[in-house]
């Protein structure tokens, strides 16, 4: 079982894309403001269980709420139609996710609930959850009483020129109202209508509880992880440590006063005995100190004595910056002590790999309750779910480019270590690294494309392109198709795939306009082309056509750059003239605009 694709719809500038995850892993990539972080925050915010993010008013696309205000207006009686008051008129604008499974017929026990017929034989399983409102009669009374007051206030001051709360719905949910007014409601949808977001039936009925327990669990390494410079007089507080991270793996998986049993007998007798012997020592250092307090009459006749007694807990003894400590001594040498360090004066890249690192591991094992979590099982945690769901987002942070690349390598198998092929791990990254998105592989990006608003209420918004099929939806034939794949994919592996996150691309054949564009740009064009990020990308020869689906599918502005080839009636290579029946060879303007002429002068 896995998740196949998602369709998000009304979330920020995800108004309407389908994002496709891969069986294992799938990297979100795309130029600032595309749109990345707003994919990893709908699956957080809908999905994960454990963080259960709230929404806010401005999760939702900022268009839609052109609409929901004049549904609030007309409740005022400001239109001869009252509208908004029905919730299927809320639910095409309201912010949503559509979460297709892919499940095998033997796996029904797991999505017996989800199932929509009797009929079912293996087709993909669809469930929409919503964040619309849970009782529109109370939001409409409420808003009505609220507008109504401020409206009254405006009238007596100012002659109406004051602005008081609320100006509108979206000022009036803003306040804190939002997450009262509205819930996630889950609805079944139907497997045969997948090729788009489908419009649910009138008065469909939600599923009551929320549909994935059981079927998938959801883990997040958030981009904020907390590291900080150690000397930072507004960083002292190192949420994300090393510490913090192995006392919270130890009090899940390795506590042994948790759940005891025969391993843990000799660190229990060993804790024990240091309590004693420290207790001992306690109240021996504070003999004096409590004789001090025994001549103001303190304990009398009756009253309980004063005795100190210790609680060793081994999970506070590695809650704290020297839990963990890296020893810079090379090995072999003994002439000296150990020269060891506090966590915090490592270098912050190695600690956000360890800790990411670390993460994947604690999610992994907590997943297959592993350790002492399988004996904190309840008769409602029975089954391990078949699907993890892992989101990391920006993994690059302080990593210098050989770890990232390592990084994305090494994480997935990770989270496989020791892990049944009956179990399905699926991780999604967001990253703003090129070099990231080297290393994954071309058929595992999603790309954010940016789109304009169209109209005078509208806002910009997001596609996401798949790019492991860009090339097959050419019109060529299949041979040609894998081909050009293959180059694409071989180049993209040979260079940095720096155009995923670039503005502009710029397609040069060789060295010297690789080394001669930037030095152009700098000196004529620095108020503009200087100030943006543009790509320029060396394609080796003619083969900047080869790139056009990828150009296509991007949709970035490009300029390519290339030779004509002109030749001679003895086809040599020779420098272009008009009006001397020329030919030309280049396969990227033959290719490019379909070009069928072989003489240089039609060409131009």
């Known amino acids: 079982m896995d998740i196949s694709f998602i369709d998000v719809q009304n979330f920020r500038k995800l108004q309407c894309c389908r994002i496709h995850l891969s069986d294992k892993e799938t990297l979100f990539v795309g130029a600032n403001n595309s749109g990345k972080t707003s994919a990893t925050d709908v699956l957080i915010t809908f999905l994960d269980q454990n963080i259960k993010r709230k929404f806010a008013v401005t999760d939702f696309t900022l268009s839609n709420w052109k609409v929901f205000n004049e549904y609030a207006m007309s409740w005022l009686g400001s239109s001869d139609e009252i509208k908004g008051e029905s919730i299927d008129e809320w639910q095409d604008l309201c912010p949503s996710i559509d979460v297709w499974l892919n499940a095998k017929v033997d796996e029904v026990d797991k999505v017996a609930h989800l199932i929509p017929t009797l009929k079912w034989n293996g087709e993909p399983l669809g469930v929409r959850l919503i964040f619309q409102p849970k009782d529109l009669d109370l939001l409409k009374a409420q808003f009505i009483k609220e507008y109504s007051a401020a409206a009254n206030i405006k009238n007596i001051s100012s002659n109406g020129a004051l602005s008081v709360w609320p100006r509108d719905l979206k000022d009036y949910l803003s306040k804190g109202g939002l997450n009262f007014h509205f819930e996630v409601k889950a609805y079944i949808l139907d497997p045969l209508k997948v090729s788009s977001p489908q419009k649910l039936i009138k008065e469909q009925q939600p599923i009551e509880n929320y549909p994935f327990n059981g079927i998938f669990k959801v883990d997040v390494i958030e981009a904020q992880r907390g590291f900080a410079d150690p000397n930072s007089l507004e960083n002292k507080q190192n949420s994300g440590g090393l510490s913090s991270q192995l006392n919270q793996y130890y009090n899940r998986h390795l506590n042994p006063t948790d759940f005891p049993d025969d391993a843990d007998l000799d660190a229990l007798v060993s804790i024990e005995k240091a309590k004693e012997l420290f207790d001992e020592r306690l109240n021996e250092s504070f003999k004096e100190a ?223 306009e690789r080394m001669l564009i930037p030095h152009f740009i700098r ?58 029946n020329y030919g030309f060879g280049s396969s990227t303007l033959k290719s490019w605009f379909n070009l069928n002429s072989n003489t240089l002068d039609e060409v131009i």
């Open 523 to 580: 000196a004529h064009y620095d108020d503009s082309l200087n100030q943006n990020y543009i790509s320029i990308l060396e394609v080796g020869g003619a083969h900047a056509h080869r790139l056009k689906p990828l150009v296509d599918a991007l949709s970035l502005p490009t300029l390519v750059i290339t030779d004509t080839d002109a030749t001679n009636d003895k086809s040599q290579k020779i420098r272009p003239l008009k009006g001397q």
């Open 290 to 512: 409590l004789g001090e307090i025994k001549t103001l009459g303190y304990p009398g006749f009756n009253d309980p004595d004063i005795k100190l007694s210790s609680r060793i807990n081994p999970i506070d003894s590695l809650d704290h910056d020297a839990a963990i400590i890296f020893d810079t001594q090379r090995r072999g040498f003994t002439g000296l002590d150990n020269f060891s360090l506090p966590e915090k004066y490592n270098g912050l890249g190695y600690k956000n790999l360890i800790y990411m690192v670390f993460k994947l591991i604690s999610f992994r094992d907590q997943w297959l309750r592993k350790g002492k979590v399988q004996k904190r099982r309840s008769s409602d945690d029975v089954a391990i779910e078949p699907i993890h769901l892992v989101l990391i987002e920006e993994p690059e942070a302080h990593l210098h480019a050989q770890v990232q690349q390592v990084f994305i390598r090494k994480a997935y198998d990770v989270l496989r270590l020791g892990v049944s092929n009956r179990l399905t791990t699926q991780m999604v990254v967001s990253s703003h690294s090129s070099y990231i998105a080297h290393e994954a592989g071309f058929e595992k990006l999603r790309y954010f494309k940016r789109k304009p608003a169209v109209g005078l209420n509208q806002v910009a918004s997001t596609e996401v392109i798949d790019l492991s099929t860009i090339f097959k939806s050419q019109s060529k034939k299949s041979s040609d198709i894998e081909d050009t794949a293959k180059f694409v994919a071989r180049y993209l592996k040979t260079v940095h795939c720096d155009l995923f996150f670039a503005n502009g691309i710029i397609l040069v054949e060789g060295a010297a």
